[in-house]
């Protein structure tokens, strides 16, 4: 009987660990409240995120978001790196709850929860040589264009199912794609206009573009899959609230001096107010 109940015993606690995951998987806010942290997905992508080389702190729209979402909880933000083409793999597999300015593509949809309400709009954009005449992305689709688009992008889907002529050159991050325009080895680079204002603020070399039709893109943000839908019912309302009181706008100006530009004249991310 002793031996009987050693192994029952036994069994159920190597089966605990996966009775938490269950657990943790089905009610995400509990398990944020419970660990008294908020983890959010972070890659390098200005404005979104960005990491101090020296002091190795993260900064950024998506960084000050997720302060005001934890402080909303009473909880610590705590950033996790990964990238863009590996967030929704690291959503499922509970390495972080949330990932911000996640575009919520039908391919994401299939694997990962959004929630209703968007968290900000921006529109797509490119950085082009200084004496560039374009204006439409029709203009941009010549066999002779070389554009840089970030690998695992919406930005890098939309350009696909957009461009027919143009070759179309990917890589690992942002900051790759502006490098490979600065050494003249893309003819263009596509991002959505805030992180373009960044780059070009860095570059001090050609010009932001946003080039015809000009359509507001809703981003949002991905979470894991759930039975229990009252993290994504949270942060869709929190979402609706900050919107309407022009915090995605108020995060993005004081971002923006941060790094010694103007925010003046340059559109925001409530698109009511361009």
């Known amino acids: 009987m002793k031996r009987r109940m050693f192994l029952i015993a036994g069994a159920a606690a190597s089966c605990l660990p996966y009775a938490r ?5 089905n009610d995400t806010l509990s398990q944020v409240k419970a660990s008294g942290k908020l ?8 404005p979104w995120f960005f990491k101090d080389p020296m002091t190795e702190k993260w900064t950024g729209v998506g960084i000050a978001m997720g302060e005001r979402m934890a402080q909303e909880l009473g909880v610590e933000m705590v950033p996790v790196e990964t ?6 793999a690291g ?19 299939n694997a990962v929860d959004f ?3 968007p968290l900000f709009y921006y529109a797509m954009g490119a950085l082009v ?13 010549t066999p002779e264009t070389k554009l840089g688009v970030t690998l695992g992008t ?8 957009m461009m027919k002529s143009a070759a179309i050159n990917r890589f690992s991050s942002n900051d790759e794609a502006i490098a490979a325009f600065a050494a003249g080895r893309v003819d263009a680079v596509v991002q959505f206009h805030p992180a373009l204002v960044v780059q070009y603020s860095r570059l001090k070399m050609g010009k932001v573009v946003l080039p015809t039709p000009v359509d507001p893109v809703a981003t949002s943000a991905g979470m894991r899959k759930a039975s229990d839908d009252s993290f994504r019912t949270w942060v869709g309302e929190t979402f609706a609230k900050l919107y309407e009181e022009g915090v995605p706008d108020q995060i993005f100006s004081a971002y923006l001096e941060s790094k010694n530009i103007d925010p003046t004249g340059i559109p925001g991310l409530v698109k009511e107010s361009w």
Do not use: C, H, K, Y
């Open 21 to 25: 995951a269950f657990a943790a998987d």
């Open 129 to 141: 040589p200084e004496d560039s005449a374009v204006a439409s992305w029709a203009d941009l689709d």
């Open 83 to 88: 990238s863009w083409a590996n967030a929704v």
């Open 39 to 46: 983890r959010i997905g972070v890659t390098s992508a200005e």
């Open 115 to 117: 929630p209703d309400q």
């Open 91 to 109: 959503l499922q597999a509970n390495q972080f709850d949330i990932m911000f300015v996640l575009d919520p593509t039908e391919e994401r949809r």
């Open 154 to 161: 919406s930005l890098d889907r939309n350009v696909t199912e």
